[in-house]
């Protein structure tokens, strides 16, 4: 099992001493020195205070944020959670990725999602209406990008011809793409596209507000996981090779002092027994000393122990 963390970013308004570049490093050290695997941001280009007002948070942005982690770790791999893919030309995002993947030393892996904010779309211009199609699109161009030359494409915004973008990522074919969302067809995109699933806990206000499908108890993240191996196997896929991500709810929260470790733990066996790879782990957002304490306790009670 390996775990990640996303910046603690997760609040309107922030705590601003969590947004310094100080406070970033710290973080990102702190996780790799603790055994954390992954670290990662928020996509919010554009989020209406509407949503901010009603429990959204505020973001950085992800290629920026983290090229910054990046050049002070070592080993921990840069996993955005999620970037909203339809939001951006695929032509540069594959470029903003080859070159972190690059700098980093194969460092990236490009978690992806659909979108579900219609207002935020409004305001990058994109068809909310067409967010999938457009999602389709630079899953395929993206992938071209990576491992190809001379490439022509057609699309919903875009008509390329003969493009050659170097230079590539440095892994091999290309860095790890995961496709995040609950639905069926999230499933299906992995099996067609992608090296990993990342759906997330959601139970049915949220998944509404979300457009997606809830998952909102162990039985259902297993339904899903079935139906991905079911796919996979359809489109010719070792599913074995596919990561899945999600979170542990058992135990509580680690930076809580009610946490309790050995549930977590046991959670963990159950995860990893239904074939989740990764978990990520929520951190505190109240204050930078609040969030390294955390991580240090994870470290003490959970890392050290599995």
């Not at 990662?40 to 973001?59: E, I, M, N, V």
């Not at 491992?147 to 091999?172: K, M, N, Q, V, W």
């Not at 759906?199 to 297993?222: E, N, V």
């Not at 896929?237 to 977590?264: C, E, K, L, M, V």
């Amino acid at each position: 099992m390996r775990f990640a963390i996303t910046h603690p970013m997760h609040s309107h308004p922030y705590n601003p001493e969590l947004l310094s570049g100080a406070s970033i490093a710290a973080i990102a050290g702190a996780a790799e020195d603790a055994g954390f695997h992954g670290f990662g941001f928020t996509d919010h280009p554009a989020p209406s205070q509407r949503w901010l007002d009603a429990g959204g948070h505020d973001a950085l942005d992800p290629f920026v944020a983290m090229g910054f982690a990046a050049a002070r770790t070592n080993t921990l791999r840069l996993i955005p959670n999620v970037v909203v893919l339809p939001y951006r030309n695929p032509f540069l995002v594959a470029k903003c990725g080859a070159t972190l993947d690059l700098l980093s030393g194969g460092r990236f892996t490009l978690a992806v999602g659909v979108g579900y904010l219609k207002r935020e779309f409004a305001a990058l211009g994109v068809d909310y209406e067409e967010r999938a199609e457009l999602f389709e699109e630079a899953l395929q161009v993206i992938r071209a990008v990576w491992t190809s030359d001379e490439i022509s494409y057609a699309g919903r915004r875009f008509t390329a011809r003969g493009i050659s973008a170097h230079p590539r990522p440095l892994s091999r074919p290309h860095p790890p793409i995961w496709i995040g969302g609950n639905t069926g067809a999230a499933r299906e995109r992995v099996a067609r596209y992608g090296d990993g699933w990342c759906p997330f806990a959601a139970p049915a206000r949220l998944a509404q507000t979300a457009g997606t499908a809830a998952i909102d108890s162990i039985d259902r993240l297993a339904d899903g996981i079935e139906d991905l191996r079911r796919r996979c196997d359809a489109a010719g896929r070792d599913w074995s090779a596919i990561d899945i991500t999600f979170t542990n709810a058992d135990g509580g929260s680690p930076s809580t002092d009610g946490f309790d470790a050995n549930a977590y733990l046991l959670g963990l066996e159950n995860l990893a027994a239904l074939g989740v790879t990764w978990v990520q782990v929520g951190l505190p957002g109240d204050s930078l000393t609040h969030a390294l304490e955390s991580i240090e306790r994870f470290r003490t009670l959970v890392i050290e122990a599995a």
